[in-house]
């Protein structure tokens, strides 16, 4: 019997080591998957709104504003022009409805200083030809050069990047709109996830455990009498 003891607290150990073996491989796997669908959820949320923005944006508009301010420093409040303000209402209104953690932002390639510059944001303060250091800006920068006008995504700078080109009256492209989503947020959902799932795991591997060692140490000794 002293034996068959060990033999069954050997086999009892070997059974709960694959069960928690499993259970890791199981929530890493589900963790991955979790991080994955909530980028493409949030890529697929921004990329709609970028869309949506794109209709109401008068890309001709864009362009006037950048003819007519040439100077880095000539817009300094968003009520300063009319149509800047239309914008930067537009643009406020809709970064305040979808809860959005970074500002919604229209920007521009500028052909004389040979760089990316921010037209109108949702933020307060104004960054009117200011030069854009956002997250996605090589990839905007070759799309804009390219003249697409699909919408078009990238994961850069820690964070997960949508934008759409907006185009005037005679369907030129004057510049692009984009919208963000911090990747360290994703991640915080995730890892909350995770820790929840971990809970369940152990809970249920506790309970496992004790089925087993009180339930299989009990009937297997009563089979072996003669």
């Given amino acids: 019997m002293s034996w068959f003891n060990t033999t069954l607290r050997k086999v009892l150990a070997a059974v709960s080591a694959t069960l928690l ?5 199981g929530i890493a796997w589900l963790h991955h ?7 493409r959820e949030a890529l ?11 209709t109401q944006i008068d890309g001709g508009r864009v362009a006037n504003l950048l003819d007519h301010y040439d100077l880095s420093r ?10 800047f303000y239309v914008m930067h209402e537009n643009l406020r209104k809709c970064a305040e ?7 919604l932002t229209i920007v521009a390639f500028d052909q004389k200083g040979d760089e990316l510059i921010t037209v109108v944001t949702s933020a307060e303060a104004p960054r009117f030809r200011k030069k854009y250091t956002g997250p996605g800006r090589s990839a905007l920068i070759g799309y804009l050069a390219t003249s697409r006008v699909d919408i078009a995504s990238t994961n850069d700078d820690g964070s997960l990047v949508s934008f759409t080109a907006l185009r005037d009256s005679r369907g030129r492209i004057t510049s692009a709109i984009t919208a963000s989503v911090p990747a360290a947020s994703l991640s915080a959902i995730a890892i909350g996830k995770l820790w ?28 072996s009498d003669p």
């Fill in 21 to 25: 073996v499993l259970s890791c491989g």
């Fill in 33 to 39: 998957v979790t991080l994955k669908d909530l980028q």
């Fill in 44 to 54: 697929s949320r921004t990329g709609g709104i970028t869309a949506t923005m794109s």
């Fill in 74 to 83: 000539s817009l300094v409040k968003n009520t300063q022009d009319p149509y």
């Fill in 97 to 103: 409805l979808n809860a959005l953690e970074q500002p």
């Fill in 196 to 223: 929840r799932n971990i809970g369940v795991a152990v809970l249920v591997f506790l309970v496992t455990g004790f089925i087993l060692f009180r339930s299989v140490g009990r009937w297997v000794p009563d089979e």
